[in-house]
């Protein structure tokens, strides 16, 4: 199809409501699809979130009983790693990878759609396992404990996981496909923005640690099932096996979870700050170092589970190492904003936010690499509080980052941005209050997974759960902001922050091809401040990119 061609059409062709539930390869629909199918399981691990924080408030089992606590704060994780977090990053990377590479779709539509399409089913099927009798073994689900507890709920989590796995791993397939064989002809690869290398490593951990998952799951469905022992020790079996199994995925998962919001950050921190972004290429390969090492790390899990001590050593030193690539980004970002003309809207305190909090999980991190500490605090609410400012720190508020960064993008609205600032305030107030007290929880030896506890550590309890529900009230004005802007926010601009990569330059939203004319690479995608070579200075450059746009 030739411009012209393209531009006549999209000028009679608009998206309805009635393509974001239907089957469409629409990259940008799709991506919309993930978006709110992903936030509508975040209100329901929320929800199952908030269960388990009431219960904990008091030392007693008084609010739900202690098999419900466990299928609840078992379907919780599930939930919000499974289902949210990692579907939000599968919707920013569908949305956002074609227009930032300057093409019309990915390389696989139907096998995109079919991804998506996939979600859905294995949502309904994990939480229909509350009429079956719900696992009640955590998001781990350790043998031989999910072998002796609900049979059948444990099997719908197995095959809830295996088409959420198939579904990730089609995603990856397509993202990379695209990354490396549809850019423009003028961008090579140290010409595209920083998000597309957060999501080519990303892929690369997808794609050789999700079939291992897959590989343990299907083994504890045959022992499950079957009657096998491949993990039953009472049959001969190894438990620790499956740990290993388990952990070879899980553990790249937390990176699956953190990486392609690494990337939002990257694009949000030099747009706000109005500076090039410093150390393009460090942060870049230090995201396919992350994915690397990502793959040697995962038995600092299981130093408690008789690991010998040599190995021990060697998973201590590869992850204290990973701090490595990971600060090299933190200081990047700080250098960027180093000197900027700052603007604190919504995307730059929630990346402000995610910089803070996400600093206290990798220091934490770096603390339980460490054998001597990890054997002392292993198990108990030191971790919890550690991989929650991790993920929900770090993955959560970055996502609120990007999310605000392309809402007139996506929707053609300009959102509240009051609004925005309160959400950002109570989201980081309630995330400090309910994770800081589990790191001296952890210290006191409060064991996690529990529902009955010591009198004495109800005070810190009480602040966590104080500090959840300040969280669950955070999303009021987040709901609120999004349902007023769809319906009386004014109308976007096709470039309100002056950024400089492609997909400003297109329609807010973009039209169904996504460009009316071939893109134009004017500049780096960074290139704020001053062109040397060119002479022009920032506004110069965005003016002329603005013009382009319209013409």
């Not at 139907?110 to 949502?123: D, Q, T, Y």
């Not at 690869?189 to 897959?214: D, E, K, Q």
């Not at 001296?440 to 506890?453: D, E």
């Not at 400003?504 to 004319?517: D, G, K, L, R």
Request: net charge negative.
């Amino acid at each position: 199809m030739t411009t012209n061609s393209i531009s006549e059409n999209t000028h009679h062709k608009e998206r309805k409501l009635i393509d974001y539930f239907t089957f469409n390869t629409d990259h940008k629909v799709i991506g919309i699809q993930y978006l709110v199918t992903s936030f509508l399981f975040y209100f329901i691990g929320g929800a199952f979130a908030e269960v388990v924080r009431t219960e904990l408030a008091t030392p007693d089992p008084d609010f739900v009983s202690p098999e419900l606590y466990n299928q609840i704060f078992t379907l919780h994780g599930t939930i919000m790693i499974f289902l949210w977090i990692v579907p939000a990053g599968a919707a920013f990377a569908n949305y956002l990878i074609p227009l930032m590479i300057g093409t019309d779709d990915m390389a696989f539509p139907r096998l995109n759609a079919i991804a998506f399409w996939m979600i859905p089913p294995g949502g309904i099927l994990l939480l229909s396992s509350f009429l079956v009798g719900a696992p009640q073994s955590g998001w781990t689900s350790y043998p031989p404990l999910s072998l002796m507890t609900g049979k059948w709920g444990e099997e719908f989590w197995i095959l809830s996981l295996l088409i959420l796995g198939t579904s990730s791993i089609l995603g990856g397939i397509n993202f990379a496909t695209t990354i490396l064989k549809m850019r423009m002809k003028d961008m090579d690869l140290h010409s595209m923005p920083l998000f597309c290398w957060a999501m080519l490593a990303t892929s690369a951990l997808i794609l050789l640690s999700t079939p291992v998952l897959a590989g343990a799951l299907i083994l504890l469905s045959f022992d499950l099932m079957a009657g096998t022992n491949f993990f039953n020790p009472s049959g001969g079996g190894d438990p620790v096996v499956y740990q290993h199994l388990f952990w070879f995925y899980s553990h790249p998962a937390v990176y699956i979870m953190i990486l392609p919001f690494f990337g939002i950050v990257s694009e949000v921190i030099p747009v706000h700050s109005r500076k090039p972004i410093f150390g393009y290429r460090a942060i870049a390969y230090s995201s396919l170092a992350i994915s690397f090492l990502g793959l040697i790390v995962w038995a600092h899990h299981m130093f408690t589970s008789g690991t010998p001590g040599w190995l021990r050593m060697f998973f201590m030193a590869t992850t204290m190492l990973i701090a490595v690539p990971t600060g090299i980004k933190v200081f990047s970002w700080c250098a960027t904003m180093w000197g900027g003309k700052i603007e604190l809207n919504s995307p730059m305190l929630f990346s402000i936010g995610f910089l803070s909090s996400f600093l206290i999980g990798g220091i934490t991190g770096v603390m339980v690499a460490s054998v001597p500490f990890d054997i002392h605090v292993h198990d108990t609410y030191f971790i919890v509080g550690h991989f929650h400012y991790v993920l929900f720190g770090g993955s959560a508020l970055a996502l609120f980052s990007g999310f605000y960064h392309w809402f007139p993008k996506m929707t053609g609205k300009n959102y509240n941005e009051g609004l925005g600032q309160l959400h950002f305030i109570l989201t980081f107030i309630g995330l400090n209050l309910t994770f800081m007290p589990m790191h001296q929880l952890g210290l006191m030896g409060m064991n996690r997974r529990i529902a009955l506890y010591d009198i004495e550590f109800q005070p810190l309890n009480l602040l966590s759960t104080a500090g959840a529900y300040t969280m669950a009230i955070s999303t009021l004005p987040f709901v609120i902001n999004v349902a007023w802007s769809l319906f009386k926010g004014t109308q976007a601009e096709r470039n309100p922050w002056r950024a400089l990569t492609l997909e400003w330059q297109t329609a807010s939203p973009p039209i169904i091809e996504n460009f009316e004319e071939e893109p134009v690479l004017w500049s780096g995608p960074y290139d704020y401040g001053i062109d040397e070579e060119a002479g022009y200075e920032e506004e110069t450059i965005s003016d002329m990119l603005a013009d382009v746009a319209v013409k």
